[in-house]
């Protein structure tokens, strides 16, 4: 199914299935990226602009993004360092100010709910900005990597979670993987949406992928993909 060419079945919306419309009794999980997909920014840039270290960072995030050959976590790792010793007010200010949801992220969630789905969010970002996204869109759940912060100072390192993996490419598939199985959904059944290349393991899993704005990695290996529009365009490939 993924081998075959992109159709476009309406304006900006394309996808590799043959058969549609899909129906909402088939799905009962769907997961979501963070950054460039739940919201319209990335949070280590915003950060590294606040700090005054935009311009690396920024590069090294478009890396980690548009490659499959990037390693994940060495990258964002590396990101970090460069962060350490960044106030933690400046954190709650990203948190607080520049963290916009994509257009139609809250019409996409509702109707989900609205059909009975688990909602879930996935992300290689940072709990102190995912826990954010609980009650602003209704999630079940969230799992993110976790800052470490000492003394009211970031100290440009990860905390480990003990019992969890790290949240990078692998760590994705396998907490999609998790949330299925301890919510009693069969893989096949769930939906994950994602940007970048750390999301192509998560978006393999699940039986159906959408690329959301993405890179063309991702666009290449996906059942659905968004180019123009919101979110909630994914909503025109359902029947009512």
Do not use: Y
């Not at 916009?100 to 900005?129: D, K, M, N, Q, Y």
């Not at 003394?151 to 999609?176: D, N």
């Amino acid at each position: 199914m993924r081998d075959r060419e992109l159709r476009e079945w309406a304006s900006g919306l394309f996808t590799r299935r043959a058969a549609l419309p899909l129906r909402w009794q088939d799905f009962r999980l769907i997961a979501f990226d963070m950054d460039s997909t739940l919201i319209a920014s990335e949070t280590v840039d915003e950060l590294a602009e606040l700090a005054g270290r935009k311009a690396e960072i920024e590069a090294m995030t478009h890396a980690a993004m548009a490659g499959p050959h990037v390693d994940f976590e060495q990258n964002l790792r590396a990101r970090l360092a460069l962060l350490g010793g960044v106030p933690e007010t400046l954190l709650h200010k990203v948190r607080d100010e520049h963290m916009p949801l994509t257009p139609g992220a809250s019409e996409l969630i509702a109707t989900c709910r609205s059909h009975g789905l688990r909602c879930v969010l996935i992300s290689g970002g940072f709990t102190l900005f995912a826990d954010a996204l609980i009650g602003r869109l209704g999630l079940d759940e969230i799992h993110a990597n976790v800052l470490e912060i000492e003394a009211g100072v970031f100290t440009g390192r990860i905390l480990t979670q003990p019992g969890q993996s790290f949240v990078g490419a692998a760590g994705k598939r396998q907490r999609l993987l998790d949330a299925c199985a301890r919510m009693g959904v069969p893989p096949g059944q769930s939906i994950a949406v994602g940007d970048g290349a750390n999301d192509l393991q998560m978006l393999g899993a699940a039986g159906l992928s959408v690329a959301f704005h993405a890179k063309p990695v991702v666009c290449g290996q996906a059942d659905v993909v968004i180019e123009r529009g919101g979110l909630d365009r994914l909503v025109e490939l359902f029947a009512d």
